[in-house]
T-cell receptor, first 113, second 115 residues
Framework: GESVGLHLPTLSVQEGDNSIINCAYSNSASDYFIWYKQESGKGPQFIIDIRSNMDKRQGQRVTVLLNKTVKHLSLQIAATQPGDSAVYFCAEISYNQGGKLIFGQGTELSVKP | DVKVTQSSRYLVKRTGEKVFLECVQDMDHENMFWYRQDPGLGLRLIYFSYDVKMKEKGDIPEGYSVSREKKERFSLILESASTNQTSMYLC??????????????FGPGTRLTVL
């Protein structure tokens, strides 16, 4: 079946550095991708999304890149802060499969002061 | 401030017990969802509901049922809890099928342990 997965389960960065979290997806027909952040003891929180007809989208300190050729998604966090420490999930949606979210496993980002 | 609340943060039950997990949202959302979250498996959809009294099976409905008697409340029921249902359970709500995904909100989760 289709799946979304992450290359690295853990990532440790120094405060102030940039972070890059990667995600591979297998459904080339997916229409939409989302990145979520989940802090300890909380539910996932929407960060940023991107449609399949785009290759880049920027938010506040975050950028999502989509490479459909290799079915790869990445989340870049600029000037990483301690408050960015969390688990980050990517998710994909294929509207011809009912529009359900398919989540990746998650990457834990740890920011060292 | 939008909010999805879940009745318990931590719950310990015994094998064979009937378990109710409650979720309430105050955003007048049509869609509500129940997921379970397990290490290495990510979030998996158990059941969802498009409207009051409507329910649809997700990817892993076995061993679960749901109830949506009121728009704001979506209950997950474990008819006879088993140890393999030990997990983190997350509820979410969203405004509609055409609604924006940045308007899907998750509750804080219920960590259920079945002994």
């Amino acid at each position: 079946g289709e799946s979304v997965g992450l290359h690295l389960p853990t990532l440790s960065v120094q405060e102030g550095d940039n972070s890059i979290i990667n995600c591979a997806y297998s459904n080339s027909a997916s229409d939409y991708f989302i990145w979520y952040k989940q802090e300890s003891g909380k539910g996932p929180q929407f960060i940023i999304d991107i449609r399949s007809n785009m290759d880049k989208r920027q938010g506040q300190r975050v950028t999502v890149l989509l490479n459909k050729t290799v079915k790869h998604l990445s989340l870049q966090i600029a000037a990483t802060q301690p408050g960015d420490s969390a688990v980050y999930f990517c998710a994909e949606i294929s509207y011809n499969q009912g529009g359900k979210l398919i989540f990746g496993q998650g990457t834990e980002l740890s920011v060292k002061p | 401030d939008v909010k999805v609340t879940q009745s318990s943060r931590y719950l310990v039950k015994r094998t064979g017990e009937k378990v109710f997990l409650e979720c309430v949202q105050d955003m007048d959302h049509e869609n509500m969802f129940w997921y379970r979250q397990d290490p290495g498996l990510g979030l998996r959809l158990i059941y969802f509901s498009y409207d009051v009294k409507m329910k649809e099976k997700g990817d892993i409905p076995e061993g679960y049922s749901v109830s949506r008697e009121k728009k704001e409340r979506f209950s997950l029921i474990l008819e006879s809890a088993s140890t393999n249902q030990t997990s983190m359970y997350l509820c979410a709500s969203r405004s509609g099928l055409a609604g924006r995904w940045d308007e899907q909100f998750f509750g804080p989760g219920t960590r259920l342990t079945v002994l």
